[in-house]
């Protein structure tokens, strides 16, 4: 893959495509946590200090539920805030106002375009009911709009490079691209973790999206990179389930209800592949009228009350555990972090990361927003931007993006800088 030291960018127009996607507060429609805005700016300062002709491109929010779907607005205020320059922006995607706007850009100048998931070729549905090729979604109306304005095509959206969607992959069908210094930063830290992490080391699984635990949980205990699996969450009662110890009826509910019954199945594939290597708590931790109450593994189950947090007898095994690694992977709270009864789990794992002299690595938006809650990231080694992608990536699967970023480097032949 190229990256910018491949280029010459002086009175370049870069289409630039970052993941800026951040939680909203629900009544301003503000971004609340400006993690991935912050570390998108080494790139954008770079580019606009090279005198880059800059259009931003990102994604705020789910399109199938709507969660956090809102205008980037916001987001051209913020980081104009943060780079001490202005960020233009324009209500628009690709049309004449979005065109107009490109070519009146100056050398060092910054334009914000609108949400590109007001575009339906940018949706999920879209991606996943068709399953276009990234030829075709050269064809789709914002390639064919935006491209021939523009004179490079950059990625450094590392936290949606999972997604087979135009602004994606599409646009390295058609223009000489390069990776930004986020997403270069990104695969040369993961892959430290992959391919060569220092033993023993640790991987600590948890919060509620337990599907990207069971993506990579397999691959990492199969190929050797995790010497051992810390199971938090509701992957740990997932697998005590698998286990046949029974939780009580609200946990298992709530399980029900997330769909996630599927998952007890292939716990007990890999708990018999693996038990040697996983983990799983001692006791877990509920709430009473926001009071926090223990029990041991041995008393349950307990009816009225969801588990939401692993105890304090788990707690102790885990941050010995921590302690003695060298390598630490962090991905989904311990427990319910947001309520004060049950984020002893989270704080105290992440905790004992920090103190560690490990390399430790943490990803997730959740992950994230409770490392941030507890004022520890700074004691982390590596805080991923990446979700979805950063699972797949550990779990050995080739990204979409970083596809279609090498098919481009072998396709257009740059201007070497």
Known sequence: MQTLDDFDLKGKTILARFDMNSPLDPKTREPIDTTRIKESLPTLKELTEKGAKTVI???????????????????????????????????DVCGPAARDKIKALKNGQIL?????RFMAEEMTLFETKLNL??????????????APLADIYLCDAFAAAHRSQPTLVGMEEVLPSAMGRLLEKEIASLNQLLKNPEKPCIFILGGAKIQDAFLMMDSILRNNIADLVLATGLVAQVMLLAQSISLGKSSKDIIKQKNLEGYIEQSKDILDKYESKIKLPLDLAY???????????????????????????????????IKDAKTIFFNGPAGVFEKAETELGTKSVLTAMAKSDAFSALGGGDSIAAVNKYNLANNISYISTGGGALVRFLSGEELPVIKALKKSARKFKCNNA
Not at 112 to 116: F, G, K
Not at 133 to 140: D, F, L, N
């Open 133 to 146: 090729s990234p030829e075709e979604q050269a064809k789709t109306i914002v390639v064919r709009k935006l």
């Open 112 to 116: 914000m375009l609108e949400n590109v």
């Open 57 to 91: 491109l990102i994604h705020q929010g789910s399109d199938i539920e709507y969660h956090n779907y809102a205008s980037t607005r916001s987001h051209a205020k913020i980081i104009s805030q943060l780079l001490g320059k202005p960020v233009d922006y324009v209500d």
């Open 287 to 321: 709430s009473i009228t926001g009071k926090r109450k223990e029990i041991n593994i041995s008393s349950l189950p307990i009816d009225d009350y969801p588990l939401s947090d692993i105890g304090s007898n788990t707690i102790t095994e885990y941050e010995q555990i």
